[in-house]
């Protein structure tokens, strides 16, 4: 085994590589990105159908079952999962973990246009989503106000929304749990019977331009019809301005027999915090950054925006991914802190120089396996943390031993150029050897 003596022997040129290691290891870390988990592919891909007005037993045969046949066709297919409600289905379709999961993303994406024709023609969407493992929210906040209305809190968080998508580093921003506006038709029967016009006519008519955004309702007494706009209807005033009724010489618009506003949607569910009314503002982080770096980069815009919010508005901070990869990050370095004083306790009988060489090794394998995972574009997270502080154990107790068997040459009567040299040989393949089988271990 030459490489002891050669790093012995010739040891300027070993200070100076491992110089060149430390230098390297603290940029990587500086640079390195940091995140709560890892990023690993995932080859789940949930296909969401929605067929306004179709009971569970029609979905099931007009749209379910030509979806399921035509994914079924696809290579490294494990299962296909569907669950079926009232307008809605989901159809999860699985494959083996090993596959690429752009490359399966996009032969659903071919097999579902292949069948589009098949399709129910008013099928409303069909959505095939990609599911990422980091594509977790790292920042949650509240725009809360109990005292003012929906409308101007949702405008505020849209307003914050659209801030924070453009920090660099954040995949996506979300303003959540507030009723947003639509457009509302308050139909007169009285001016109904005069134009001789049905609440059928109405819709027909609003819906003639195009379906394909839901744009509000139609209250005609008991009875309520969802409206669909499409880019036709820029404002109320056009959808006021609709044709409902012509011939004759005489043309019946929409406002002529209903008052068109807008309003609030349905509350089918509100966002509270702490008791209050709130619109909630999440942010997902793109691969490869710096979790506290994107957090500090939303931060400072949200200490921006807080100061023209109106008295009656707060913003208030709720969950930070970011402060569970600090704390994980400040364990490690208390597990570094313990690892010195076990060495300078363990090794202060073979005196000072013996513990530094231990001491110094620990911090140097750290930034040399930190280089590691940076160039193989990997970040820090839990699971590698949990992986240097296993490490950390390893190279403790292979620096003690071959410490300890070095001074044992000393004490011998050995030089220590020689005891250096001759003690790690023989046992510098046992070391290695028992350190490969742990590191097997956990492959």
Not at 162 to 185: N, T, W
Not at 413 to 425: E, F, H, M, N, V
Request: aromatic share 8%; with cysteine; charged share 25%.
């Amino acid at each position: 085994m030459k490489i002891p003596e050669l790093a012995v022997r010739n040891y300027q040129i070993t200070i100076v590589v491992f110089i060149l290691l430390i230098v390297m290891g603290v940029v990587a870390f500086l640079k390195i990105p940091q995140a709560e988990d890892p990023e690993f592919p995932i080859s789940i891909f949930p296909v969401i159908a929605v067929y306004p007005g179709a009971s569970p037993a029609d979905l099931e045969e007009l749209v379910v079952e030509k979806i399921e046949e035509a994914v079924n066709d696809l290579e490294d297919l494990v299962r296909i999962k569907t669950e079926i409600k009232d307008e809605v289905a989901v159809i999860v379709v699985e494959f083996s973990a090993e596959t690429d999961p752009d490359k399966k993303y996009d032969e659903i994406t071919r097999q579902l246009n292949s069948i589009r024709d098949e399709l129910p023609d008013d099928l409303y969407s069909l959505e095939t989503l990609k599911i990422q493992a980091g594509n977790t929210n790292i920042i949650q906040c509240a725009v809360t106000g109990e005292n003012e209305s929906w409308q101007t809190i949702g405008e505020y968080a849209g307003k914050l929304r659209d801030l924070i998508a453009s920090v660099p580093g954040v995949r996506k921003a979300e303003a959540l749990a507030y009723p947003g506006m639509e457009a509302a038709v308050f139909i007169d029967f009285r001016k109904l019977s005069l134009f001789d016009i049905t609440p059928g006519n109405i819709l027909s008519a609003i819906q003639s331009d195009n379906a394909n955004i839901p744009g509000g309702s139609i209250d005609a007494g008991p009875l309520k019809y969802n409206i669909k706009t499409g880019d036709g209807y820029a404002s109320t005033d056009d959808l006021r301005k609709t044709i409902v009724k012509a011939g004759n010489g005489s043309v019946v618009h929409l406002e002529d027999v209903a008052v068109v506003k807008w309003q609030e949607e349905d509350h089918k569910y509100t966002g509270r915090f702490n008791g209050n009314k709130a619109a909630f503002v999440t942010a997902s982080m793109k691969k490869g950054y710096n979790i506290r770096r994107v957090r500090n980069s939303i931060y400072s815009v949200l200490d921006s925006f807080e100061k023209e919010l109106p008295p009656s508005l707060k913003l208030e901070r709720g969950f930070d991914q970011s402060e569970n990869v600090r704390r994980k990050l400040s364990r490690l370095e208390k597990d570094f802190l313990f690892a010195f004083l076990l060495v300078i306790i363990t090794l202060m009988p073979l005196g000072f120089r013996a513990s530094g060489i231990v001491m110094v090794s620990i911090p140097l394998s750290v930034l040399i396996g930190v280089t590691g995972l940076y160039f193989a574009g990997l970040s820090i997270n839990q699971l590698s943390i949990v992986g240097f502080v296993i490490a950390l154990g390893l190279l403790v107790d292979d620096s003690i031993v071959v410490v300890e068997n070095i001074s044992r040459w000393v004490r011998q009567g050995y030089s220590p150029l020689a005891a250096a040299i001759g003690a790690t040989k023989q046992i510098g393949n046992a070391v290695l050897g028992c350190t490969a089988t742990l590191i097997l271990a956990f492959l």
